[in-house]
Every structure is written in C-alpha cells, then in structure tokens.
C-alpha cells in the first residue's frame, strides 16, 4: 500500500524563506587545536596540570600494578583511581582560587 500524501498550507506565517545561510555551524580554519588549548590554559592554567597529573599519576599506578606484591587488583585499581581524582580536584581548586585571586585581589581598581 503506497501511496503520496499532498498537504498545502495557504497560511502566510508558514511560508519557508530560503536564505543563503548555513544552518550548519561553521569553524574557524586559522584555529588550530594546538593554538586553542594554548590559548585555554593561559585563560585558566591549572587545567593541563590537572590533565598532566591524572596522567601521570595512572601511568604511575599502571608502572606499580606488577609489584603490587599480594594487594588484589581491584583495590591497586581504586587506590589508583582515587589518586588520580584528588588530584584532578587539588587542580580545580587550586585553579578556582587561582581565578578568584586574579578576579578580586590582583585586578586594579577602577
């Protein structure tokens, strides 16, 4: 059963206008990934040390995980994660504070 369904609508609040924009959204090209996180960590910089911290404290935890000695994996393995995320969360604060510093201390007045 196939069949085509016409609907027409004479309403002139429903008449399509068709533009030459793009509904898509559009980049920059002069952007580069590099030069946009270069960018974003002179903005907040305690960002990359968290990465960088997370990172090295899993590469850390993945170097240790075969002298773990008799300690079960899934305790190495929180042990491991919670590391990582205090410090992730000692960065974010430290950067919070960071900010605020340079929000009401250090910004001259007007």
């Known amino acids: 059963m196939t069949g085509k369904v016409s609907v027409q609508c ?21 952007d580069s ?11 907040s910089p305690f960002v990359p040390i968290g990465m960088a911290g997370f990172a090295a404290v899993v590469a850390f935890g993945l170097y240790k995980l ?3 000695g008799n300690t079960k994996m899934s305790v190495h393995l929180i042990h491991m994660r919670v590391g990582a995320q205090g410090f992730v969360v000692g960065a ?8 605020m ?9 007007e």
């Open 33 to 43: 990934q590099t030069s946009k996180f270069m960018r974003k960590s002179k903005e």
């Open 66 to 68: 075969k002298s773990r």
């Open 92 to 99: 974010m604060t430290c950067g919070v504070l960071y900010s």
């Open 101 to 109: 510093y340079r929000e009401y201390w250090a910004k001259p007045k």
């Open 10 to 30: 004479n309403s002139p609040s429903a008449k399509m206008t068709s533009t030459t924009e793009s509904v898509l959204p559009t980049y920059e090209e002069a």
